[in-house]
């Protein structure tokens, strides 16, 4: 099983472009999550799905849309980038739907926008 | 709104010591809180997760505990490595979907 795959590893945008990060996970489980990674700010959660068909808003989610195209993919779509959204992207997935159990997660995005 | 902190930031140790890394919250209504390892330009990998209604949970060298009285978690490292070497995470679950994530602490075993 390969787990949580990302989609791309590295990127660089120039402000006011868009671009998708891609998620899939091959676990079978039910809710995906879609993190940032800032220095001296920790993980904060962007969306989450908690099930195949629902996604709601985390703690940042302006300027950030996702898609749960399917129970394996979730995607990350930002539509007009700006420089504050330099960050590490993780996607992570856990089993069950509700508050998260284990969290298993993926290798990560590093996103620059100039 | 929960709070974590994570002290020390960061933690340089001989190998073979036995240490404690320490997680503090400031909301008791926690579902669970799970404790991860961060190897630098990586993802987070799981190493150990307990339940609100769970003490403690041990994971070959490593112990975790939970004391929601006092919101603090402990995560005790027996006999460390270099290989531990790693940014270590803790993530508080409360009723909603919302996890919050403590800054990490930094750890250094050298040989």
């Known amino acids: 099983n390969a787990g949580v795959t990302q989609t791309p590893k590295f990127q660089v945008l120039k402000t006011g472009q868009s671009m998708t990060l891609q998620c899939a996970q091959d676990m079978n489980h039910n809710s995906m999550y879609w993190y940032r990674q800032d220095p001296g700010m920790g993980l904060r959660l962007i969306y989450y799905?908690?099930?195949?068909?629902?996604?709601d808003k985390g703690e940042v989610p302006n300027g950030y849309n996702v898609s749960r195209l399917n129970k394996r993919e979730f995607s990350l779509r930002l539509e007009s980038a700006a420089p504050s959204q330099t960050s590490v992207y993780f996607c992570?997935?856990?089993?069950?739907?509700?508050?998260?159990?284990?969290?298993?997660f993926g290798p990560g995005t590093r996103l620059t926008v100039l | 709104k929960q709070e974590v902190t994570q002290i020390p930031a960061a933690l340089s140790v001989p190998e073979g010591e036995n240490l404690v890394l320490n997680c503090s919250f400031t909301d008791s209504a926690i579902y669970n809180l799970q404790w991860f390892r961060q190897d630098p330009g990586k993802g987070l990998t799981s190493l150990l997760l307990?339940?609100?209604?769970?003490r403690e949970q041990t994971s070959g060298r490593l112990n975790a505990s939970l004391d929601k009285s006092s919101g603090r978690s402990t995560l005790y490292i027996a006999a460390s490595q270099p290989g531990d070497s790693a940014t270590y995470l803790c993530a508080l679950s409360g009723g909603s979907y919302i996890p919050t994530f403590g800054r990490g602490t930094s750890l250094i075993v050298h040989p």
């Open positions: 799905s908690a099930s195949e068909g629902t996604t």
């Open positions: 992570a997935s856990s089993e069950q739907t509700g508050p998260p159990d284990t969290q298993y």
């Open positions: 307990i339940q609100s209604s769970q």
